[in-house]
């Protein structure tokens, strides 16, 4: 998916990182139907975790804006996060009979606390473009393996989680967040951001994003 121009560049500089994250075996086995439960439940507990602290770095976003436009897009993502994606977890969990009280008392593994702590660092150490850099693996990459599972023959059994991330509303927050990205990239580092030194040092960032997205996913140990 074409979601920002400054995405494109950064998949393209780390393809073989971008699809070891997307085209996890993990990812594959909720396509297919045959991820055990208890898989999933173990990664919908950690990712519970995750969301609580992805929200606060959306929020640390506000504060690391400097316009309006920046801030009421973040504002949107961080409702997202707090009033559907969030619910969704709980909702899943609740199902299978994993109260919220439970959920709450979770012990955050150390794959979940290295991926959310280096996100953070991102915006507390750094500017407003090098949290997007650590908070764009996240948001892209699931936009993007909901539009592939969902365009596949896959398996009813995950099939709501896959309705989430293929749906209308969390694909149009993509290209929000696309834009978003672009027209904070281009004013800060102008047209030609690519050459730019600062460009560089937010490539790495999406490249450990990145890295971390897919040891997130091994968690689960499938």
């Not at 969704?88 to 919220?100: A, D, Q, S, V, Y």
Request: glycine share 6%; net charge negative; with cysteine.
């Amino acid at each position: 998916m074409e979601y920002s121009k400054v995405f494109s560049n950064w998949r393209e500089l780390y393809k073989t990182e971008w699809n070891s994250y997307t085209e996890h075996l993990f990812v594959e086995k909720i396509g297919d139907g045959t991820l055990p439960k208890i898989a999933f439940l173990t990664y919908l507990k950690q990712d519970y975790i995750f969301l609580k602290h992805f929200s606060r770095a959306w929020g640390l976003a506000i504060v690391k804006s400097d316009s309006i436009t920046e801030m009421h897009t973040c504002s949107k993502v961080v409702h997202a996060l707090l009033s559907e994606e969030i619910n969704l977890h709980i909702k899943f969990c609740n199902n299978e009979g994993i109260p919220t009280k439970e959920l709450e008392k979770t012990n955050e593994k150390h794959q979940n606390l290295a991926y959310t702590r280096f996100v953070l660092d991102s915006g507390y150490s750094g500017d407003f473009l090098d949290l997007m850099a650590a908070l764009a693996p996240c948001v892209f990459g699931y936009g993007e393996i909901g539009v592939r599972l969902g365009a596949s023959q896959h398996s009813a059994v995950y099939n709501e989680w896959i309705k989430t991330y293929a749906g209308n509303d969390y694909q149009s927050l993509c290209y929000e967040v696309g834009e978003l990205i672009d027209n904070s990239v281009t004013r800060k580092l102008g047209e030609n951001y690519i050459t730019s030194g600062k460009f560089q040092e937010l490539s790495l960032k999406f490249k450990t994003a990145t890295l971390l997205e897919k040891e997130f996913w091994e968690m689960a140990d499938i």
